[in-house]
Structure formats: structure tokens, C-alpha cells
């Protein structure tokens, strides 16, 4: 990245997916040339749970990485001043992406979370921070920055309404006031359905793959066979 700062391959796809679907979303409600609005209407709930899994699938993959972060102790007054460029590096002040995983009573619902979403947009906007915000799913918030330096007001914020149960930016994951068993037991449910769901594309992919070759053996035997038939 050209602020310098070290991103693991899984969190740079992240951020490309993530992407994606701010773009997707702000052009299937905002206004525009029509061709616009009909390309980024075809973006269907379907298609946004995949990409809920595939984000899920790359949490997995950047546990493995971990970014190596300075350690600075401001109380002893002895600064590293290469350590204190990192840190003012990591502080990323360009365009930032965070996840709020959503938790509330009386089971989890998309129009549900819509206003939820809509409600914190409102809150940030009303405060002076460039946010916009965004439903992924029916239990997961993006919210959108221009502004990186935004990040720790917006992740205060998050982390003081009652719906968030996990606030997430990059690597980092803080529990908010709705964790509780539940949540993590509907955390655990989602990750198997979407291994399930992964290994079933898997199987399937390979199964095709069986009769791609199948059908390439059986063409080139018929070949071999009428050539042989016209000697």
C-alpha cells in the first residue's frame, strides 16, 4: 500500500470485497444514470450472504497473520522515533472499513437491522464524521469512512449501542454490550453452515471437474476409434 503500512493478502481481499459492496449498495439506492442503477440492482440478498461467508472465511485466514505492532512507552519518556513512525503509520488516515456484528432480542432480522443501521448513520453524520453505513446481512454493519483518523470515534460509538455484540477493524475484534452466549452460539452455527456450504462448493467443483475429464477421455477415444475405423 503506498502509506507503507504491512497488510496481509486476506485483509487486502477484505477490504477489496468490502469494497464492493459499499460501492453495490450506494448505487442500488442512490440516484444516477439508469444503466448504473439497473447493473447495481442485480446485486441480489444471495448474492451479499456469499460474500458475508467469504468475509467469514478470510477472518479465518488473517488470525494466521499477524501484523508486527510497536510497543511504546509513553510514561517512561523514551521514544523510539522509528517506532512512533509506525505508529502514526498504522493509524492508516485514508479510507477505512469497520464491522459491527449485530445482536438484539426477538430474533435477528434484515429490516430489523436496516434501521439500526440507518438509525447509527443518522447518529454519526448528526456528530460532524464522514460515515455511511451499511447492512451486509441481517447480523452484520459495515461502516464506511473517507477519513481513517475517524476510526477510534466511530469504534467508541459502536461499542456504546446496545446491538453491537463484536466490533471489528482489520485483525482486531472487541466484544460489545450484546455479546452473550447466544450471540456466540449463533457465531458458531454461522461458521459451520458456511464450512458446510464451502466444502459442498468443493465437492462439487470437483465432482465437475470428474466429468470434464470423463467427457475429454471419451472424445478422444471416439477420435482414436474412427480414425482406426477409416485405416
Given at each position: 500500500?503506498?502509506?507503507?503500512?504491512?497488510?496481509?493478502?486476506?485483509?487486502?481481499?477484505?477490504?477489496?470485497?468490502?469494497?464492493?459492496?459499499?460501492?453495490?449498495?450506494?448505487?442500488?439506492?442512490?440516484?444516477?444514470?439508469?444503466?448504473?442503477?439497473?447493473?447495481?440492482?442485480?446485486?441480489?440478498?444471495?448474492?451479499l450472504?456469499?460474500?458475508?461467508e467469504?468475509l467469514?472465511?478470510?477472518?479465518?485466514?488473517?488470525?494466521?497473520?499477524?501484523?508486527?505492532?510497536?510497543?511504546?512507552?509513553?510514561?517512561?519518556?523514551?521514544?523510539?522515533?522509528?517506532?512512533?513512525?509506525?505508529?502514526?503509520?498504522?493509524?492508516?488516515?485514508?479510507?477505512?472499513?469497520?464491522?459491527?456484528?449485530?445482536?438484539?432480542?426477538?430474533?435477528?432480522?434484515?429490516?430489523?437491522?436496516?434501521?439500526?443501521?440507518?438509525?447509527?448513520?443518522?447518529?454519526?453524520?448528526?456528530?460532524?464524521?464522514?460515515?455511511?453505513?451499511?447492512?451486509?446481512?441481517?447480523?452484520?454493519?459495515?461502516?464506511?469512512?473517507?477519513?481513517?483518523?475517524?476510526?477510534?470515534?466511530?469504534?467508541?460509538?459502536?461499542?456504546?449501542?446496545?446491538?453491537?455484540?463484536?466490533?471489528?477493524?482489520?485483525?482486531?475484534?472487541?466484544?460489545?454490550?450484546?455479546?452473550c452466549?447466544?450471540?456466540?452460539?449463533?457465531?458458531?452455527?454461522?461458521?459451520?453452515?458456511?464450512?458446510a456450504?464451502?466444502?459442498?462448493?468443493?465437492?462439487?467443483?470437483?465432482?465437475?471437474?470428474?466429468?470434464?475429464?470423463?467427457?475429454?477421455?471419451?472424445?478422444?477415444?471416439?477420435?482414436?476409434?474412427?480414425?482406426?475405423?477409416?485405416?
Open positions: 500500500p503506498a502509506s507503507g503500512v504491512a497488510m496481509a493478502p486476506a485483509a487486502a481481499r477484505r477490504l477489496a470485497v468490502a469494497a464492493l459492496v459499499v460501492v453495490a449498495l450506494a448505487g442500488r439506492c442512490a440516484a444516477g444514470p439508469k444503466e448504473d442503477r439497473e447493473r447495481y440492482a442485480k446485486l441480489t440478498d444471495a448474492d450472504r456469499r460474500i458475508d467469504e467469514m472465511e478470510d477472518d479465518e485466514k488473517e488470525e494466521e497473520w499477524k501484523p508486527e505492532q510497536p510497543k511504546i512507552d509513553f510514561a517512561s519518556g523514551k521514544i523510539n522515533p522509528a517506532d512512533m513512525q509506525k505508529l502514526t503509520q498504522a493509524a492508516d488516515p485514508g479510507p477505512a472499513m469497520v464491522f459491527a456484528n449485530i445482536w438484539y432480542d426477538g430474533g435477528l432480522d434484515k429490516a430489523k437491522t436496516d434501521k439500526v443501521s440507518w438509525r447509527w448513520k443518522q447518529m454519526l453524520q448528526s456528530s460532524g464524521m464522514d460515515a455511511n453505513t451499511y447492512t451486509i446481512s441481517e447480523d452484520k454493519i459495515l461502516v464506511s469512512t473517507t477519513k481513517g483518523w475517524h476510526v477510534p470515534e466511530i469504534r467508541d460509538f459502536m461499542l456504546s449501542q446496545p446491538e453491537t455484540a463484536e466490533f471489528e477493524h482489520k485483525q482486531n475484534k472487541v466484544p460489545g454490550p450484546a455479546d452466549p447466544e450471540f456466540r452460539e449463533h457465531v458458531a452455527a454461522k461458521k459451520a453452515i458456511s464450512e456450504n464451502k466444502n459442498k462448493r468443493l465437492r462439487e467443483d470437483a465432482e465437475a471437474e470428474k466429468r470434464k475429464k470423463k467427457r475429454k477421455k471419451m472424445k478422444k477415444a471416439g477420435k482414436a476409434g474412427a480414425q482406426k475405423s477409416e485405416l
